[in-house]
């Protein structure tokens, strides 16, 4: 089989597995009770199954092992062994309400084996930030930290429909484009298929509502674990030498994981200034505040996943100018926090301080958004087989 039938495959399979699966883990969730239940700080006003996680564990697993017998992907094996372990602890989470030590202790346990027994680690980013190898104690330090960063990212990115799963589907597009290009088969192979999983789950999440589900903790923790496996990958997935991948690599990785990790660094820097634990759940969120202030779910991630759009925009810039590594990483790092703090500090000051203005922006993007939900609503019907009435 050609290579390029097989990156083919290993994007259109989950796809059609996602679909496929997807009735039957909702029934089961709802037989189960394993559902969101609407609640002051969440954005549903129905309960909603939680099972996401599962139907994207059996879209991948089904096409890696498909594809590993026409391509040999079994590098890939301890990614494998790790998700597998982290949609355990999703799961028990969804279903039982781990404590929150727990979850980062089994995070901490997950980011330790993929460098231990993948190479998946910091010190690659370090080396063509630095241009040196860091001490073997910084490497594990910088990569528990990145690792559990990345992580908790999707998890936290996971507040409306769609977010996490778009992040994690542009986060496939652009490292099978970038891999592809510079020839990684095993690491183009796993991008597709992740890809192909998220895209089709995106559509179910934000259109359906026969078929609707979230994610829970064990889909988004299977979002981070890609996202982390993407930006910090091992030694044989990089070419020392290649003046795109080594110079440019770093700055990269920041302008694609910006929208997860700028907006979780805000947060979390916000609850312990005001002395709460960063762990504990609030309305803080940069999607929170856009869908308070009238935007619908789809076009709050529609907004966010242009800004991260935008960031990769100036990545790209700086690269084509030929700009200094370190001046393009601070260059890319400023650009997050206008856009996303920037945001967020500007809606939250009408919201706070011209509350009349805040009202009537709120009733502009309702009245002009009517359109747009009817349009999400007519492709809703279309996907769950539901007539669509005179007028609509």
């Not at 039938?5 to 994007?11: A, E, P, R, T």
């Not at 009770?33 to 089904?62: H, N």
């Not at 370090?126 to 990569?143: D, N, Q, R, S």
């Not at 992040?167 to 597009?173: D, E, H, I």
Request: with cysteine.
């Amino acid at each position: 089989m050609s290579i390029t039938l097989l990156y083919v495959i290993s994007l259109i399979l989950p796809m059609i597995i996602v679909p496929v699966v997807s009735p039957a883990v909702i029934l089961m969730s709802g037989r189960k009770r394993l559902t969101d239940k609407p609640s002051a700080r969440k954005l549903q006003s129905f309960p909603v199954a939680v099972m996401g996680g599962t139907v994207i564990m059996i879209a991948v697993a089904a096409t890696s092992v498909i594809v590993n017998l026409f391509y040999d992907i079994s590098s890939l094996f301890p990614v494998m062994c790790v998700m597998f372990i982290l949609y355990i602890m999703g799961m028990l989470d969804d279903t039982l309400t781990l404590n929150w030590q727990l979850k980062m202790a089994v995070m901490i346990i997950a980011v330790l084996l993929l460098y231990f027994g993948g190479d998946y680690g910091i010190g690659n980013l370090y080396y063509m930030l630095f241009g040196a190898e860091p001490p073997e104690w910084l490497a594990v330090i910088l990569t528990v930290l990145v690792g559990v960063l990345l992580l908790n990212a999707a998890n936290f990115a996971d507040g409306v429909d769609g977010l996490a799963t778009g992040l994690g589907a542009m986060t496939g597009v652009v490292m099978g484009c970038w891999n592809l290009f510079h020839g990684f088969v095993v690491q183009t192979l796993i991008s597709f298929v992740m890809t192909g999983a998220f895209m089709m789950f995106f559509v179910f999440n934000v259109f359906s509502e026969k078929y609707k589900m979230y994610l829970g903790d064990s889909g988004s923790l299977l979002v981070g674990l890609f996202v982390y496996a993407s930006a910090c990958p091992n030694s044989f997935a990089m070419v020392y030498g290649d003046y795109l991948v080594d110079r440019y690599f770093v700055s990269f990785i920041v302008a694609l994981c910006s929208a997860m990790t700028f907006d979780l660094v805000r947060v979390v820097i916000t609850r312990l200034i005001r002395h709460h634990s960063p762990f504990l759940p609030d309305r803080n969120h940069l999607h929170h505040v856009l869908v308070d202030l009238g935007f619908s779910h789809l076009m709050t991630t529609i907004i966010i996943l242009t800004m991260n759009c935008m960031v990769l925009a100036v990545w790209l810039l700086t690269a084509c100018f030929g700009m200094n590594v370190k001046w393009q990483f601070v260059v890319v790092v400023s650009t997050c926090v206008i856009l996303y703090w920037g945001l967020y500090m500007i809606v939250v000051w009408f919201r706070d301080n011209d509350r009349n203005r805040y009202i009537a922006m709120q009733k502009c993007i309702v009245r002009r958004g009517r359109w747009f939900n009817k349009f999400v609503e007519i492709i809703g019907r279309l996907i769950d087989g539901r007539r669509i009435p005179n007028g609509k």
